[in-house]
């Protein structure tokens, strides 16, 4: 099993829609969670960071969080053409008692999103 | 402006030939990482350094070797050794535990 797997997509969604992506991870001890976009030949860039489980809401981003599922999510509201890239679920995980862990990235969904 | 600068962006490697990619912080962070992205596929991490002059190899090191000689630098070496060097090279920061990483705007390797 990966350790973190995201839905494979690619997902293609009208503008205007909702677009949801998924992403799964096999560590029970992490603590942190983020989603990056990245557009294509670009550098990723960060979106949104969840720590506790629940939803949390940034504009038209919503992130949520089941810990006890061993899963996290981003809905993004309204979809703009703009909004199409590859999303990156990226995981902190204990790099052997290390202070500062690492990120574990997800394979990556594409998303477009089509007028 | 703070941030994470990586030179050069585009980068040729001849058979045989060591090359080495740039990345330098000044952001004050601690930590700093190596990842390779080919495409199609999400990151994988190479190094990563939490301290000057102390660093621990990542899931695909072989091939590749780095220095953290002063805090703001984490130059990454592509060895002959690495006999599929063709990627796109991400160098990133974070400042403390559990924050996300910011991520320079990446160099792109090919071979000649």
Known sequence: QKEVEQNSGPLSVPEGAIASLNCTYSDRGSQSFFWYRQYSGKSPE???SIY???DKEDGRFTAQLNKASQYVSLLIRDSQPSDSATYLCAVNT???GT???????????ILTVHP | DGGITQSPKYLFRKEGQNVTLSCEQNLNHDAMYWYRQDPGQGLRLIYYSQIVNDFQKGDIAEGYSVSREKKESFPLTVTSAQKNPTAFYLCASRGYTNQPQHFGDGTRLSIL
């Open chain 1, 46 to 48: 960060l979106i949104m």
């Open chain 1, 52 to 54: 506790s489980n629940g």
């Open chain 1, 94 to 96: 204990n790099a052997g």
């Open chain 1, 99 to 109: 202070s500062y862990g690492k990120l574990t990235f997800g394979q990556g969904t």
